[in-house]
């Protein structure tokens, strides 16, 4: 089997992998976040990696968009996906009749993107999103609803979050009363800027793309405006006179509504909220860790007039919500979030002797099903190395099966923390060490 | 938004796509494996998707397989991963250092084959695999406790399975014996027909490979050999005189002793059993259905000499077992081993009229903090289509929240399966939901 050429082992560059022990803390991160999901009545989906190019691409009308990772493999023209929304659409589009409305689809999966990696930016990473989908109409319950489960993932992660909420009819309807909705884009590329760069300069370059300075001034109040929702309605009112802002003043004003009913408290109206995505035309949201807002939004979410326009006449309106967890798990892991050193795959290392293997090995078993994570370090070493590995590796507890506690049935239990050690029998043993983790988690609280 | 020429939305080929109940199962499953790898202390690895096509087909020494999705962006030759077992090889080279060994590790993801799509056999399906890796030596327990976590996994999901057990060394060390080695793999085509065609045909087709009849006549009761150790070790007594014969004799009958000190019942030696895999090296093991052997193994594995041959000098012995979850669930679901019916992602829905929708939403959200799957049916529609889309969903209880109900805050509970129904405090509706799913999962057992 072995070759004379070794090939150097290496992993594609930008391509996330954890290690075993961090991957075991982003694993139940994910799974907080699922049980969310699951608890609010979202059903999971699980498409595929590779879609059709015609299917991911049709919202860029089929033209290759250089970070998908596209290919043929015979005469099927495929890529790998970049979001799960598309794919959302496409299952959504072919199902319409099987699925009941609405619809809410959790996925968490990995998605794909050529671009040249960067600090935080991933070619493959994870997206976690959540989904309400109508069929023709949906309710703005759902915005609230997308809102309050996003507070809830963070919540059942113990970390504190503010949820920056708006509205996009709101300053649509403004751009339009002052009819310049064909510089939209212009306009909102400035307005981004605001935190950035000083007033005068914003007034400049908002009158270059054809404000008045009245106007601009409204504008840029409008979009600086926070608070809660008394705030902000004070501060717009009589700001224009127009059907689509007014049609955005009103849902704000009833989201809030349904929120409060949600029981929501980390909620604040900023109208300067976006979201870059182009589909968003109602409602939308970013959130950011309470602690450090400056480390940019972790997610967010909003409303969508049609998820489904590139495959079906019907209109298919939703909203969604989605969590950066693979940037969440990054920035939680440079604050030491996570106690690495307390998270342990063993919880008890049996040793035993030449003679006693075969009862370690029982005694394994044993444990195990009582739900204790117990090991028994069956390579061929001695004693002394045996013990150096159970500490190097630092696991709490070591069991000590020698040719006496065979005899006996008392077994050594040895706590590595404290140096204390005891003769037990197997279900003192089990006994022990499932009330100092009740004492653990107690300690926590 | 709307185009004129819409797309129509297509999955591709021979991709695994299940519906959202469907799904609920299914990730279900795989979360009962998991929590079997967790508990015997594997811990989780997630490698990426793709690898560098050089890494991938190490193996075959770079050539391109027809078989793998292989396509190049920029200067980077890749390829989607094929299995789960040359991603660890690579990752076990590359960090070698910092990892402890035996090094158990668990994997459950995609795959992808780009062969024709066929019954049973898929192009993305998934791979639920758990592996021991030791570093120069592995001892034969590993080879035990694979065995045993592989029956663990089709416990947790309550189905009765039949581990048959060999070891190649046997066969091998046999062939050996007769100085055929240069002919192993026609002597192996020959004896995995053994129970489709008759004796005296493997005989004839035994003789034109160089067996003598009387080689041919105990090679082929060598491997019709089956039972417990005890008659697998009569039966081969004096069969041949060979030192690797003799040494997978004594791994089998040691790893016999170790799988019933972890107590295993699930096993029997069958010598028939080989696994195409090349690199399975000694013990080697398959599962069944014991119900219906007939439908074939549902996984498998064994131990192999070297999992990095190809990245490193240093010799990794290692040990894995596979459960095939994707043809598993395949199976059980023509079984109807799951009762699609009894799965609903929501336990309760709340009725609201125009008035009450935000008490409605409340209670929703306090019933869903108590662990109850309350959904509120916000869609702006009568009461009528709101009883019939629950009763459609077969959603078990309706909460009925009136004007009258709000008053007295004693809402209506409404069991969807009996009819009955009771106007109760929101503690009493908690109470109620609870009691009667524990009577439920009584009624089960």
Request: charge should be negative; glycine fraction near 6%.
């Amino acid at each position: 089997m072995n070759n004379s050429k070794l090939i150097t082992p290496r992993k594609l560059q930008g391509f996330w992998e954890l290690m075993p022990r961090q991957q075991m803390v982003f694993s139940e991160l994910l799974d907080k976040i699922e049980n969310v999901f699951k608890q609010n009545c979202f059903v999971p989906l699980d498409t595929p990696v590779l879609e059709y190019s015609e299917t991911l691409l049709a919202k860029s009308g089929g033209e290759t968009d250089k970070e998908v990772y596209r290919f043929s493999k015979g005469s099927t023209d495929m890529c790998m996906r970049y979001d799960l929304t598309v794919p959302l659409a496409r299952f959504v589009a072919m199902h319409k009749e099987e699925l009941s409305f609405p619809f809410k689809r959790y996925q968490i999966g990995k998605v794909y993107r050529g671009e040249r990696p960067q600090k935080g930016r991933f070619r493959e990473f994870y997206q976690c999103d959540a989904d309400i989908i109508g069929n023709e109409t949906l309710s703005l319950v759902a915005d609230a609803e997308c809102v309050a489960l996003f507070e809830k993932c963070f919540k059942a992660l113990n970390l504190d979050v503010e949820i920056e909420v708006s509205n996009r009819k709101i300053i649509a309807g403004f751009i339009q009363s002052i009819n310049k909705e064909d510089r939209t884009t212009d306009i909102l590329i400035v307005l981004d800027k605001l935190a950035k760069i000083p007033f005068e300069e914003a007034m400049a370059q908002l009158k270059e793309i054809g404000l008045s300075d009245f106007e601009s001034e409204k504008i840029i109040r409008l979009t600086k405006t926070t608070g809660n929702i008394e705030d902000v309605t004070q501060n717009l009112a009589n700001i224009c006179v127009n059907p689509l802002f007014n049609e955005g003043m009103k849902e704000l004003v009833e989201t809030d509504k349904h929120l409060k009913a949600f029981g929501v408290s980390s909620v604040i109206y900023n109208l300067s909220v976006i979201r870059g995505h182009n589909y968003y035309t109602g409602t939308v949201f970013e959130g950011f860790l309470k602690k450090d807002k400056n480390l940019g939004a972790i997610g967010g979410g909003g409303r969508f007039e049609n998820l489904c326009s590139y495959f079906s006449d019907k209109k298919m309106p939703g909203v969604g919500m989605s969590v950066g967890v693979t940037r969440l798990f990054d920035i939680l892991t440079k604050e030491n979030y996570f106690n690495l050193d307390e998270i342990n795959e063993i919880e008890c290392a049996i040793i035993t002797f030449d003679d006693t293997l075969e009862e370690g090995l029982s005694l394994t078993s044993k444990l195990r099903e009582d739900g204790i994570k117990a090991d028994c370090l069956y390579e061929n070493k001695s004693f002394k190395s045996k013990m150096k590995e159970a500490n190097k590796r630092q696991i709490k507890y070591v069991l000590i099966v020698g040719e006496d506690e065979v005899k006996t049935k008392e077994y050594t239990l040895k706590n590595m923390q404290n140096s204390g050690q005891e003769k037990l029998t197997l279900e003192k043993v089990i006994e022990k060490i499932k009330t100092d983790r009740m004492c653990m988690s107690d300690a926590e609280k």
